[in-house]
Nanobody, 123 residues
Framework: QVQLVESGGGLVQSGESLRLSCAASGGTFSTYAMGWFRQAPGKEREFVAAISQNGVNAYSAGSLKGRFTISRDNAENTLYLQMNSLETGDTAVYYC????????????????WGQGTQVTVSS
């Protein structure tokens, strides 16, 4: 059983940056592929980015146009999401998730989820 705790969210202005963290415990972090998802009010949860177990392979949703970068530190059992040039449309609750299959953008492929961290971008 893996426990995931996100942090780093907050209120920022459009154009600014934030880095989210996701601390993992209770399992072998390096054996899990990881992902970030987000959910805005009234919308479905959507895929943001994914990274492989060893961190060599990673990608983010094309709609983000390269503004977000996922990374991980297996020695520290931590996942990151660097978000640059934030836009008001990025306002959402951001969730990290762990699964056994790298690269999936479907939330059903992830077995463990954090509680989420709120990101609010003002204009």
């Amino acid at each position: 059983q893996v426990q995931l705790v996100e942090s780093g969210g907050g209120l920022v202005q459009s154009g600014e940056s934030l880095r989210l963290s996701c601390a993992a415990s209770g399992g072998t972090f390096s054996t899990y592929a990881m992902g970030w998802f987000r959910q805005a009010p009234g919308k479905e949860r959507e895929f943001v980015a994914a990274i492989s177990q060893n961190g060599v392979n990673a990608y983010s949703a094309g709609s983000l146009k390269g503004r977000f970068t996922i990374s991980r530190d297996n020695a520290e059992n931590t996942l990151y999401l660097q978000m640059n040039s934030l836009e008001t449309g990025d306002t959402a609750v951001y969730y990290c998730a762990a699964g056994k299959v790298y690269g999936s953008s479907w939330n059903g492929d992830y077995d463990y989820w954090g509680q989420g961290t709120q990101v609010t971008v003002s204009s």
